[in-house]
């Protein structure tokens, strides 16, 4: 039965309270984050545990899905509510209560080292997925924390650099993810960035933590450090910060079979910010002082309690579910509908293929994720060689290059025993084969960001010189973002299947063979180089003396691409299809409060598929520099061959909304533009309506 909560923490005694508001070790050695409740009067530990890609849990093994921007990629809110509530369901089997989850900080930089377990450059693309996921999680009585708030969008100085980001860009770029998960999928805990926000660390943020978070949106969770990421006791208490997390010295943290001294931590561990754990006596001592009132700790508890009871901690625990066969057939699900195909001649599917050259330095083995806390050690896994090879095709693998080595946070990287490699017996497979698959990858990971968008090895040679000699070519990409294609011209198929998870192969082989359509559209501009992006230059990432400028204010990802007329690569939500589709002319009516936007929506090809119609806006007004379309709104539709569906979405006068430092919000008055069209650069249809 659930307490009363006020009366619970007038029970407490304030030590009791200082307990529950910092980590401690978990007896069980499972959770990433632990509680240790009270005893007395019966409160219950709570468990916390890393899971974006799947569950973390010590030790353990879970379903490893795809990487979350896998995820964004499908443009399918519901697939990511199925996600959520199957990372739930394992996440209680596991026995805990918290998953670390979902990370919605937007891709800023193109070479963001956790841009793989982010969702996407555009906030409303990842806004949807947010509240999707976290809908799912809740479902099953498990807690989300969505995380990192706000504005951490690299790793390079991640503790210490400060974001200088315009109010403007932090409204209508950064935060709406955030405000999306609070205001509505009502997430029961919130997390907070590393970095500082112009000038200030995140765990001392009044300003974003209670004047926005907590009064402006309503938050009634519980807010929690990003582990040894609070920087102050009395300065973040008074801030807004709730728990901190790990709350204990990292000696204590490190795994039970490494033996270190904290001074060995950064050879062994990921870097380690040099800070001690402040939630603990400093706090008690804080309160006794009166440098913090008690009513503030007692607000602190009320939030982490309330949140408990949201979950039912205080009753039966959900038993949850580990690798059951709708995880497995979920994993490959998203790999499959997040796979976005970037080019193709007609090769894709294959037909009437009686050989294959599976080629590539990695193609042996499952793309599961990239480094840090987010990796999942999976049950069961499928390579590229291996599934393909299951088909009824001759295949031939050949590495052509030496691996690449794939960064891991808590295991020494698996040695692969790649024996001779050679690119010359690469084009020999490729030139006596019907088709070649060359399978190349990049290695993303947490604490790093990217040094370049280039292919890492000699991948680039590899695909190059297979091209030439092959009667045809498909390249499969599997990358935490846009990579260079220099061959880009000479290969007949590309095929973008991100971090595919344990299911890589099985997906792969369905998609190749035409069992599945690629269901993805781009979550990101690739661009042609780093050049192209509002982050070229040295001050704008990774930054100067600590700071890194957001001078592009709102103009970020396709709306930089717009503004300053750079042609990319592919642009933002480009995904083609293995069937073709025409749209009619888009109409609109307009009842007052709602706009509706209809489109028919015909599949002139010959198989049933999938597209996704993406609803954009130009917003009227003088008084702001506005970026020439904005996305508003997305619907994903599966046509069968010949028929014709009509996709209707509804938007929100507040969808022509920008944000004016004086006035906040303003929905400009005039006429506005809307685009329906199938990317941000390819539209097929506009209508006017004046606000």
Request: hydrophobic share 40%.
């Amino acid at each position: 039965m659930s307490p009363d909560i006020p009366s619970l923490v007038d029970e407490l005694t304030l030590s009791e309270k200082i307990q529950l508001l910092h980590g401690s070790v978990d007896p069980d050695g499972k959770a990433t984050g632990y509680l240790p409740g009270v005893d007395r009067l019966d409160v219950p530990p709570l468990r916390m545990v890393d899971g974006p890609l799947g569950v973390r849990a010590m030790g353990e093994r879970a379903t490893a899905f795809p990487a979350s921007v896998a995820l964004a990629a499908s443009w399918r809110p519901s697939l990511a509510r199925q996600f959520g509530t199957a990372l739930a369901r394992e996440t209680a089997a596991h026995g805990q209560d918290v998953i670390l989850a979902p990370g919605v900080n937007i891709h800023r930089a193109p070479l963001g080292g956790r841009n793989f377990e982010y969702y996407s450059e555009d906030p409303h693309l990842a806004a949807r997925i947010t509240v999707g996921t976290i809908e799912g999680i809740e479902s099953e009585d498990i807690a989300a924390m969505v995380k990192h708030y706000v504005a951490n969008n690299q790793e390079t100085n991640r503790y210490e650099v400060s974001a200088e980001v315009s109010e403007r860009a932090l409204r209508e770029i950064y935060l709406p993810p955030f405000r999306a998960a609070v205001q509505e999928a009502d997430v029961t805990s919130v997390m907070t960035a590393y970095n500082r926000v112009n000038g200030t660390h995140m765990s001392d943020h009044e300003y974003l933590l209670s004047d926005v978070l907590k009064d402006e949106w309503g938050f009634e969770g519980f807010v929690v450090s990003d582990w040894w990421g609070t920087r102050s006791t009395v300065e973040a208490a008074r801030a807004g910060l709730d728990i901190e997390m790990p709350g204990v010295e990292p000696e204590a943290f490190a795994p039970d079979d490494v033996d270190m001294d904290v001074e060995d931590l950064p050879d062994a561990f990921p870097p380690i910010p040099d800070v001690a754990a402040l939630f603990g006596e400093p706090l008690r001592e804080a309160v006794e002082s009166g440098d913090v009132d008690e009513a503030v700790i007692d607000e602190k508890v009320e939030r982490l309690l309330r949140g408990m009871v949201s979950i039912g901690c205080f009753e039966e625990r959900p038993e949850g579910a580990l690798d059951t066969p709708g995880h497995r057939t979920l994993a490959r699900d998203i790999a499959t509908e997040g796979a976005v195909l970037l080019q193709n001649d007609g090769t894709l599917p294959l037909e009437d293929v009686e050989s294959i050259a599976v080629l590539g330095p990695n193609a042996d083995t499952p793309k599961l994720g990239g480094g840090g806390s987010s990796e999942v050690s999976a049950f069961v896994e499928t390579s590229p060689v291996e599934r393909l090879d299951a088909r009824d095709v001759d295949v031939i693998f050949e590495r052509g290059v030496p691996p690449i080595t794939e960064s891991t946070f808590f295991d020494e990287a698996d040695e692969v025993d790649a024996g001779e490699t050679s690119i010359d017996a690469a084009v020999d497979a490729a030139a006596d084969a019907d088709c070649a698959v060359v399978v190349a990858q990049d290695d993303a990971t947490e604490f790093v960001d990217r040094d370049g968008l280039g292919l890492p090895g000699q991948q680039d040679e590899l695909i190059t010189a297979v091209a030439a000699a092959a009667e045809r070519t498909v390249v499969v990409l599997r990358t935490s973002g846009p990579v260079t294609m220099p061959w880009l011209e000479s290969v007949d198929a590309v095929l973008e299947t991100w971090y595919p998870g344990q299911a890589d192969g099985d997906a792969l082989a369905d998609l190749v063979f035409g069992d599945a359509e690629p269901g993805g559209r781009l979550p990101m501009t690739f661009g042609r180089s780093t050049d192209d992006y509002p982050t070229d230059s040295e001050a704008t990432f990774p930054g100067v003396d600590d700071e890194v400028r957001y001078d592009e204010g709102v103009f970020v990802g396709y709306r930089y691409f717009h503004k300053h007329d750079v042609e990319p690569l592919f642009p933002f939500g480009h995904g083609l299809s293995y069937t073709s589709f025409e749209y009619g002319e888009p109409s609109l009516s307009d009842n007052g409060d709602e706009i509706t936007v209809a489109l028919p929506v015909r599949n002139t090809g010959t198989r049933q598929g999938k597209d996704v119609v993406q609803v954009y806006v130009n917003k009227a007004t003088e008084s702001a520099p506005t970026p020439v379309r904005e996305l508003v709104a997305f619907e994903a539709v599966s046509v069968a061959a010949g028929e014709q569906e009509t996709v209707t979405v509804t938007l929100d006068r507040s969808d022509f909304a920008f944000y004016d430092d004086q006035d906040g919000w303003t929905v400009p008055q005039g006429e506005n533009t809307v685009f329906v069209g199938r990317s941000a650069r390819e539209m097929h249809g506009k209508v006017e309506i004046t606000l």
